[in-house]
């Protein structure tokens, strides 16, 4: 079955770095196009950044540009975010997303805290 795992979220101060993990099993995900998206208590799920299969493509949404870069390891089945220049309003837990057969598929999320 689908499995996505993600890792590597914490508390950080405003400006740090983190970087996030996602392991993926159960699908050929050298084949398929990954996306990380946030959501915040309250609030919707939102796209941040996303991946096509021989990363030669990646897209992000507008709050992030510039700031944070997604990438993949086919070899280990694994995607990754860094994230650099965090703020406050970064603070959310990230998921880690494929769209595969008709469904949407979530791993467990990693909470990220910017605060001082």
């Known amino acids: 079955q689908v499995q996505l795992v993600e890792s590597g979220g914490g508390l950080v101060q405003p400006g740090g770095s983190l970087r996030l993990s996602c392991a993926a099993s159960?699908?050929?995900?050298?084949?398929?196009?990954m996306t990380w998206f946030r959501q915040t208590p309250g609030g919707a799920r939102e796209f941040v950044a996303g991946i096509n299969w021989s990363s030669s493509n990646t897209v992000y949404a507008d709050s992030v540009q510039g700031r944070f870069t997604i990438s993949r390891d086919n070899a280990k089945n694994t995607v990754f975010m860094q994230m650099s220049t965090l703020k406050p309003t970064d603070t959310a837990v990230y998921y880690c997303?494929?769209?595969?057969?008709?469904?949407?598929?979530w791993g467990q999320g990693t909470q990220v805290t910017v605060s001082s």
């Open positions: 159960g699908f050929n995900f050298s084949t398929y196009y």
């Open positions: 997303n494929v769209f595969l057969g008709g469904f949407n598929y």
